[in-house]
């Protein structure tokens, strides 16, 4: 399977924090990867800059894109919180 975009990324990081704790990037990209069903050799694909790996940079860029728009907050460096807002979106059921 080819590595997800970041906007296939956002759906399913919104409903992991749709239980309104605290969660870190980290177990983000955790979950997700299994919810893509990546191996091990996907996770570790490289940018071309080599400097970061192709999987949490897409993870991170969607949290990045769902504060913006207000959805997620960051409640302290790498951890993130939905908001009111969200939970109001995850409501409507998006597909």
């Avoid at 590595?3 to 990324?9: A, E, K, N």
């Avoid at 956002?10 to 749709?18: D, N, Q, T």
Wanted: glycine share 6%.
């Amino acid at each position: 399977m080819p590595i997800p975009d970041f906007q296939s990324c956002m759906l399913p990081i919104l409903k992991l924090a749709a239980d309104r704790n605290e969660h870190s990037l980290s177990e983000g990209r955790e979950v997700l990867a299994a919810h893509f069903g990546l191996t091990d050799e996907e996770r570790s694909e490289m940018l071309p800059s080599g400097r970061q790996r192709r999987f949490d940079n897409r993870v991170a860029w969607a949290k990045v894109y769902l504060e913006q728009a207000g959805l997620l907050t960051s409640s302290r460096r790498a951890h993130f919180v939905i908001t009111d807002v969200g939970l109001q979106l995850l409501a409507q059921n998006p597909v």
